[in-house]
């Protein structure tokens, strides 16, 4: 069908590569060319992140089916067994991936229950002896040392933790800080953060978690369990870790992005149901906030995931219960369980009900706004170098630990209410009413909440039945407390969940705000703290069903369902009116370029052609392409994707007897570099058959991405050889005509899932190139486009549509 | 910019108009100017479907935002008052379609609980007298009369209520027969069955199902609330009933399709709410089984609304808790209660748990398979006109009647147990342990479960810790009648669900399983039932989490959960492996064209050019075209989308002088027929300046659909004008290049929400027509792709991916 297949563009040979973190690799635009005359209308794009603390570069995943003929050859040749071997697989990865988180979290849970456990009960025996002695000696002096000592004691163990956790995090795997939960929102959304699911990570993140949480720092374990999740499907998925990966043939079949995708998914719903012991909670937890694709297959699969989970965890219970696991309690597979109590509620409980929500949302907004500030100072103080990152982390951990004895001693000591059925006051690690410096018969209910692990804190706190417990004077010390620690704990290089902070908060505030409303409600003072941490969870995080389904599945109370729900959306209505939810936020301030669901309205009145004129001109290769050009392209350029177009080809009709162009596809960059490490080159300039290229690579081959360009040698007289593209082009790229609105093109783009979107033109006519641009992720960001074009921001103002 | 704006392409003006019954309304191709040389691989459509009993012409959707000019004004002249105005409309009408749903909700609840209650309470008062007698006469004759008399009364009650529901459904709204979940499910996945959401047919939807459920037929309301949500939204997001719309001005945010899906979605998600009480559950199924579109900000919409009904539903319980419902029980928010029974399981539990998954995925995929085959028996006798639909519809309502009542005397009257808390005998319209025939101290247990209301037969079947209440032989009396009239009872001519048929039989196949297992299994009985219905319907429905939150929510039983998940897992399994689901049948039997999730293998290696070779050549309109061409158009075929070409134009690089033809986009017949009855004509062959086209259009013009061209007159002169198309034109059409796999064409189809895909030539070159297909709904479905090209159903044997 071609008769001349050489481009007529050609780039000097020599060129040296521009600095390649100014310009984006994922978009294909040549500066070599031609001058920057639009360097002001130039889009502007930052392919920059902070990862861990060092600024990397990030790529985008390809989630695109590549559909070249080795791919469709390898499609064809798929017998039923191997379908059935690649369903079989993706079944028994879904298996392995809950079955693994279920162990880990075990681990985890176990490792911090007896850790915190031994250090709460030592701290407490201290306390039994000096109590003992005071009443004696009486001598005030003697008093202030003990406590003194008690303090350091507990500060020093948990200096040691954190200490543990922070060296871990800092040295080893700078990507285990935080949640995780951003990068695994961003990585289904199709950014690839790098070393984010690697083995080190997983190690780290375990371990890390086990130190930050016993330590006693305000952080819960969910979030870095979601991660854990996520690392385990990664690396089962991938056949272990980079180095020493698994080379079991059935595994080929997993090495790409979109498979890589899906078992992502199931992994964080499984570490969300089991942070939260919630297998329906963590399907909908990863359908509403994580991903980004969803299709039925997906929820049943990952379902399955959180079922093997939940089984897991039973197990396990069931083993504890006998009294094999040292201290770790008798929890069940309920965490909070508030399901004694009886709801009744009327009419008239609609006041709270929607005052909670109300101010929810706005403590919620609030405190994402002060913990975009807080994170912004410790961006600065993590820029300084390891050591500053681990001052700061032992700095925190030194303050809560001080605040978390100290504080106790500012609550009066109240007496125990014999008519209630708990034992009143007690001395042991977990239990309500702790006695703390408090005589017999008395209780100190700021220590019940503070001395004590964060999760038998929100046990205490969310206590049904037992209205008198906690002054509000106490109530009001542990929420700002809280809300002090949340905010400069969350940033530390520790692996940290913002779910547990929150929810502590949000029951202090919501028992507060029952103590407020005394007899005007029937509702039991547990069931507000219940709905107080639901608004502030909502109000932050601005989840609706998925939050609602966890509370429902943590607190095993079904009739509380209707007012949580009211409350989850007020709160989350009434948050949305002030800033984006806090994942999106770090999103934000990490850099990482997420591509939102909703294409701006101003987006409507702006065309593809627009954008595509502000970028530089795309390059293009032919379909048998000179080895010279090839290399100058990779060399000179930092881009991913080269579309590959055939020149002066007689189309069917024969309507153009010569001159007419062709879109042949797209080639990637790694498939081009794999080319010139085999040296699949020609003498002369031809097209090959199938067989030829089969011959040379296989499908495994081409899903290999590791390439790079400075590691290929080219002699000078493969220099003058010639490649033919064609076998390995993907013959089916995603197109749009330039005349398409930017907010088509968007959807287009978010909902494929695509890396690179070809822009055609118009226009049917002889000389025009078949492919006038080029769009990637960074050019579709409202920002990036604002930035380049700065009338339209004019327009921006009048608001967004859903 | 155009110098030239006349096609060359001309249609014969008098050609009479071809059956149009056989060509796809929505597919642009003509057979005017070519002879059908190719017919024997033309692709062949079947716009029909079986609509209520008619064969009728079915639409497509527009999803897609139609970016014209007038649209862009709009707009851009949206003021932020007006985005208010939309965003506050969307959200009152979630509100208002979950309370009325929730209202008419508890209607139906109240009607058929009182007419069914006073139906048996009659009854039992019969055989309560009879009882009586009895004992005094022992004559084997006037038992036989009475049993008849008894018969008699409950068959005629029976029939008068079915005929009630029957001639409602046949003379007024064909379309309220059957559950309407196929239909929505088409409908959301952009396929518009005539008669789906109107006045009428919500009103024989509710007044049929509260005949038809009252006149204990074996089906459920369960599936016609579903349709009673969707009806109310769409009626609420259109204004009204189609001859009395209202015509407020705010509802003309809402005159586009993309609202109204939204719409229908929160309507039907309330459906399922108010039929389960389960909130969580009904958002879930409108994802999981109904949805083809889904976006975040619509979970929160349908959540918001299905909160609403569960208000309403609970407003509704604490008033009838209060006794003022006449015979409506004591029902709570729950209403299959299995909360008081404590769950312990083991790993042995594991084998019958095993067991329930794969015989419930067995009996539901021959159960699928037995219901297609009585389906299209029933179409046969449907087709020979009402009388017979009638006929049909009173038989099978004798026939259970008759079930009911006689097949109890085969059971033994079994001795009470005394230790058991609940009453035994009862003799009162609700109740476990019915007395029927039996000697004081004595209970029927058929009778339990056949003489009374649908829903009380549920409850009593899944009551807990009555281990000995039912006997074998009894259960297996049940199940049988229940599969048989299950499945003649689905195609009658009322509304009927076929949830609740479903769950009698599952929960009566699980009871008797428990039966089978002995003492082998500790898990109470009861919920071996919920274990069986559960299983069942996943094996029918193959819904997953959306089953598995419903069963949580009608069952009140958390520690269920993990064992219930399993169960469902296993029965979908299986079940997929033999056929697929019950709602899909259904849409298969009906003719209606749906779009599925996944592309088939084989697809990956056709592209669309020869999709489009196989069809007659694309019909092109130019952008300012002669009215007699655009008349001939429009007369002449029935598509429904026309691309829209300027030739002859200039591109801005001036490559080619003359000659370059340029796609301005898609224009739709509704929009040609609203020029050619406005009469919005021009002398001259000009284009047109924006306010020209905002003087005689607004866009709640271009929002109807309704108008026809056999309604439209247009003299000789104005034969000889023209129209300029552009503003009027969707200037962003979706495009895929030709040489793009049907795959991914599908993907796009499905993924964005089109009705028209344009196919542009991957050549660039002179003389080639910038458009040269358009695809729609029809060609890419894999049906009519395999009827057209018999030789890709070879490698379609290969099974599919997922």
């Not at 961003?186 to 993140?205: E, H, Q, R, S, W």
């Not at 039925?296 to 399955?304: E, G, N």
Request: one cysteine or more; aromatic letters at 10%; hydrophobic letters at 45%.
């Amino acid at each position: 069908m071609e008769e001349d297949n050489c481009c007529t563009s050609q780039l000097p040979a020599e060129t040296q590569a521009p600095a390649m973190e100014e310009r984006d690799p994922e978009s294909n635009s040549s500066t070599l060319q031609e001058p920057l005359l639009k360097r002001n209308r130039t889009l502007s794009s930052t392919p920059l992140a902070i990862v861990g603390t060092k600024v990397s570069h990030i790529e985008s995943l390809d989630y695109e089916i590549n559909e070249n003929d080795l791919f469709k050859h390898d499609w064809r040749s798929r017998s039923k067994v191997q379908v059935l071997q690649y369903v079989f697989l993706k079944w028994s990865l879904a298996f392995l991936v809950g079955g693994l988180t279920g162990l880990i979290a075990t681990l985890i849970n176990l490792a911090v229950e007896n850790i915190a456990g031994y250090k709460i009960l030592a701290v407490v025996n201290l306390i039994k002896e000096e109590r003992f002695k005071l009443s004696y000696l009486l001598s005030f002096l003697v008093h202030i040392s003990h406590v003194f000592d008690r303090v350091a004691f507990m500060t020093g163990v948990n200096l040691v933790l954190t200490a543990f956790a922070a060296v871990l995090c800092v040295f080893f795997a700078p990507t285990a800080a935080g949640p995780g939960i951003p990068e695994i929102k961003a990585y289904l959304n199709g950014i690839d953060t790098p070393n984010m699911f690697g083995a080190t990570t997983l190690l780290v993140k375990i371990f890390g978690s086990i130190g930050a949480v016993s330590a006693g720092l305000d952080l819960g374990k969910e979030g870095p369990l979601v991660h854990i999740g996520s690392c385990i499907a990664s690396l089962l998925g991938q056949g272990g870790p980079d180095n020493y990966r698994l080379k079991w043939r059935w595994l080929r079949y997993f090495n790409n992005d979109r498979d890589r995708r899906d078992i992502i998914t199931c992994g964080a719903s499984s570490g969300v149901c089991a942070a939260f012991r919630s297998p329906v909670g963590g399907v909908l937890f990863a359908l509403e906030e994580v991903a980004t694709w969803w299709r039925s297959a997906l929820l049943w699969r990952t379902f399955f995931s959180t079922a093997v989970v939940v089984v897991i965890l039973r197990a396990f219970i069931e083993i504890c219960n006998s009294g094999r696991c040292g201290l770790f309690g008798s929890g069940g597979l309920i965490m909070f369980d508030v399901s004694s109590v009886e709801v009744r509620y009327h009419v008239m409980d609609v006041i709270p009900v929607v005052l909670i929500g109300v101010i929810g949302g706005v403590l919620g907004s609030l405190y994402n706004y002060l913990l975009h500030k807080v994170l912004r100072l410790y961006n600065l103080i993590n820029e300084k170098g390891k050591f500053h990152k681990l001052l700061l982390a032992l700095t925190v951990s030194i303050f809560t630990s001080v605040c978390l004895y100290c504080l106790p001693f500012l609550a009066k000591c109240q007496p125990c209410d014999p008519s209630l059925p708990e034992t009143c006051p007690t001395n042991t690690r977990s239990g309500n009413f702790k006695q703390f410096n408090c005589p017999d018969g008395h209780y100190n209910d700021l220590a019940t909440l503070l001395l004590t692990t964060n999760d038998d804190a929100v046990r205490n706190i969310f206590s049904t039945n037992t209205p008198t417990e906690f002054q509000p004077m106490s109530l009001i010390i542990f929420f700002i407390l809280y809300w002090i620690l949340g905010l400069f704990t969350f940033g530390i290089a520790v692996p940290s969940g913002l779910f547990l902070p929150i929810i502590l908060m949000g029951s202090a505030y919501g028992r507060l705000l029952a103590l407020a409303m005394g007899s005007y409600t029937k509702i039991d003072q547990g069931l507000y703290a219940v709905l107080g941490a639901a608004s502030l969870m909502a109000g932050s995080m601005r989840m609706t069903v998925s939050l609602c389904v966890i509370f429902l599945e943590l607190t095993n109370n079904l009739l509380l369902l209707p007012i949580t729900m009211i409350v989850l959306l007020i709160a989350k209505s009434v948050g949305d009116s002030f800033n984006p939810s806090i994942y999106d936020i770090i999103l934000e301030l990490k850099g990482l370029p997420f591509l939102d669901a909703n294409p701006e309205p101003w987006m409507r009145n702006f065309t593809v052609a627009e954008l595509v004129d502000a970028k530089e001109p795309v390059v293009t290769l032919c379909g048998v392409e000179k080895v010279s050009k090839i290399v100058d392209v990779l060399r000179n350029t930092s881009h991913h994707g080269f579309p590959v177009v055939d020149e002066g080809v007689v189309p069917p009709l024969g309507v153009a007897a010569a001159g007419a162009t062709e879109i042949h596809g797209l080639i990637l960059r790694a498939h081009l570099v794999q080319v010139l490490k085999k040296k699949w080159f020609l003498q002369e300039k031809r097209r090959t058959d199938e067989w030829e290229v089969r011959e040379k690579f296989s499908s495994v081959d081409l899903a290999e991405r590791e390439g790079r360009i400075e590691e290929v040698a080219v002699t000078r007289e493969e220099m003058e050889m010639y490649v033919d593209l064609h076998p390995l082009t993907n013959s089916t790229p995603f197109t749009v005509v330039e005349s398409m609105s930017v907010a088509k093109a968007m959807v287009i783009f978010r909902q494929v899932g695509l890396r690179h979107l070809l822009v055609v033109p118009k226009y049917q006519a002889a000389g025009i190139p078949p492919v006038v641009g080029i769009l990637t992720r960074q050019d579709l960001r409202a920002h990036n486009i604002l930035t380049a074009f700065p009338h339209l921001a004019r327009s921006k103002s009048r608001g967004k549509h859903n």
